[in-house]
């Protein structure tokens, strides 16, 4: 029997299609039959850049995957209103060794730091620039970020 324990919940793919015309985005999610209730999730947040501020953060609304009561994906695929499209896929640490090198003290939590991202950021590269803040090393994935504004073949999303 394969244990839950070992098992990677997700996998996930960009691929480029017709000499770079076309782009596919996916993610898989494996989990067990108990988590089949999922729902699709879109978040619009009129959040401003400052307090004093009239301007919205760039990526006031966020479509994602998710369960219900959650506040983020789970599955960790995310469409956002500033064109990025940010999934990942796990890696397990299963090396004790590199635990030592674990940082408890300055840890801001995988989701919140995911969610921070994908509301202030306009580009992959600013995504990351964000999202590395306050990284523990515990939850270590491969994360892609498609930025659609860099493909001029590919339709916007979000729309209606």
Not at 14 to 24: A, F
Request: net charge positive; aromatic share 12%.
């Amino acid at each position: 029997m394969y244990s839950h324990r070992w098992m990677t919940p997700c996998s996930a793919l960009i691929k480029l299609l017709n000499d770079s015309r076309d782009i596919y985005f996916a993610h898989s999610t494996w989990f067990t039959y108990r988590n089949m209730l999922r729902i699709q999730k879109k978040y619009t947040l009129r959040l401003h850049t400052t307090k004093h501020s009239r301007t919205l953060v760039p990526g006031h609304t966020v479509s994602m995957s998710s369960y219900p009561g959650k506040l983020v994906s789970l599955d960790d695929f995310y469409l956002t209103s500033t064109g990025l499209a940010v999934t990942e896929t796990t890696i397990h640490n299963d090396n004790p060794a590199l635990w030592k090198h674990l940082n408890p003290n300055a840890t801001v939590l995988t989701w919140v730091r995911g969610a921070v991202a994908n509301r202030l950021s306009s580009t992959g590269r600013e995504w990351t620039s964000i999202f590395k803040r306050g990284n523990s090393g515990t939850y270590n994935n491969q994360w892609m970020v498609l930025d659609y504004n860099t493909q001029s073949q590919c339709p916007p999303i979000l729309e209606s």
